[in-house]
């Protein structure tokens, strides 16, 4: 089976990065995705990484590194909007279907 | 550009009691759909996801089912429902091929009582 860990809390000052990590265990990875979801709202695509490396969308940026089975994804100049719940995911492939299995999710709670 | 719908946005029901929520996708063809329930403050579970149409796959054993009669519409029913079966209900979509981005609908909130 497959299973994905990440914090289920953290909390973060106004303008300041925080880092949010994801550690996987899975066969058929294919790659890891974030997504982010306000309180009562639809989750939302933020970024996706296939390969190892570094992918950067503005303030957000994702990491993956494949061998270590772990990414994580990176807030800089954090904002007040930035509070949410943040999912990654794992897509893996799954007898010639490619699934997508969400973490249990990290609440961010930024503060003044 | 492409649309998901879900409805309703809230729904309360009795145990016991069926239950039929819809989906619909505009804007795109042969989609891969999903629904998934979120129970409060914990992540997604992935309940049926599609292929194509009357091809629905479980992941996991319960008193719901799904159905795609359409290729842009599904739907997620049960006989009767039970208390643990409240949750935030979301159905998404992606591309058939590289499908790195899945897409959610609003969202349905079912409490049992």
């Known amino acids: 089976g497959q299973s994905l860990e990440q914090p289920s809390e953290v909390t973060a000052v106004e303008g300041a990065i925080v880092q949010i990590n994801c550690t996987y265990q899975?066969?058929?990875?294919?790659?890891l995705s974030w997504y982010q979801q306000h309180d009562g709202g639809a989750p939302t695509f933020l970024s996706y990484?296939?390969?190892?490396g570094l992918e950067e969308t503005g303030r957000f940026s994702s990491f993956l590194s494949r061998s270590d089975s772990y990414g994580y994804l990176l807030l800089q100049e954090l904002q007040m909007k930035d509070s949410a719940s943040y999912f990654c995911?794992?897509?893996?492939?799954?007898?010639?279907?490619?699934?997508?299995?969400f973490g249990t999710g990290t609440k961010l709670q930024v503060i003044p | 550009s492409q649309t998901i719908h879900q409805w309703p946005a809230t729904l309360v029901q009795p145990v016991g009691s069926p239950l039929s929520l819809e989906c619909t996708v505009e804007?795109?063809?042969?989609?891969?759909l999903y629904w998934y329930r979120q129970a409060a403050g914990r992540g997604l579970q992935l309940l049926f996801y599609?292929?194509?149409?009357?091809?629905i796959s479980s992941e996991v054993p319960q008193n719901l089912s799904a159905s795609r009669p359409q290729d842009r519409q599904f739907i997620l029913s049960s006989k009767k429902l039970l208390l643990s079966d409240s949750g935030f209900y979301l159905c998404?979509?992606?591309?058939?091929?590289?499908?790195?981005?899945?897409?959610f609908g609003p969202g349905t909130r079912l409490t049992v009582l």
């Open positions: 998404a979509w992606s591309l058939r091929w590289g499908h790195n981005e899945q897409f």
């Open positions: 899975t066969s058929g990875f294919y790659g």
């Open positions: 990484n296939g390969l190892d």
């Open positions: 995911a794992v897509r893996e492939d799954s007898g010639g279907y490619q699934k997508v299995t």
């Open positions: 804007g795109t063809s042969n989609p891969n």
């Open positions: 599609s292929v194509g149409i009357g091809q």
